[in-house]
């Protein structure tokens, strides 16, 4: 059986509970700042990005404007435009006609002959 001088009273829990809550209370609040210190940090780089970005969208833009303006000049026979889309082929940066395959119909025509199953 448990004697009375073993039992814990509501009033000697209250000061541990209360350090306890205040503890907790603490630790969100500490939390809460570190939250809104790394957002507005975000918010600033965000900013300081944006401008490069853009600069970078528009040099893009330009050169592949650029790129489609050589190949047209390749296809009516500009020698010196030839040579530059050979190298932008094999770097890759544009496709060549053997690369660019024209999309394959899921159905087959009515004369062609089906060989294995039809994809979807």
Known sequence: MVSSSDRVSSTQMLVPMTIMALTVALFFAYQLTQIMNDRSSL???TGRIEAPYNDSQKLNNQFG?????????????????????????????????????????AVPVKDEEVKGPVKP
């Open 65 to 105: 404007g650029l790129v489609v303006g050589t190949k047209k000049l390749a296809e009516q026979g500009n020698a010196s435009a030839k040579e530059i889309v050979k190298r932008l082929e094999q770097l890759n940066i544009i496709q060549s006609e053997q690369q660019q395959q024209p999309a394959a119909s």
């Open 43 to 45: 918010n600033v780089m």
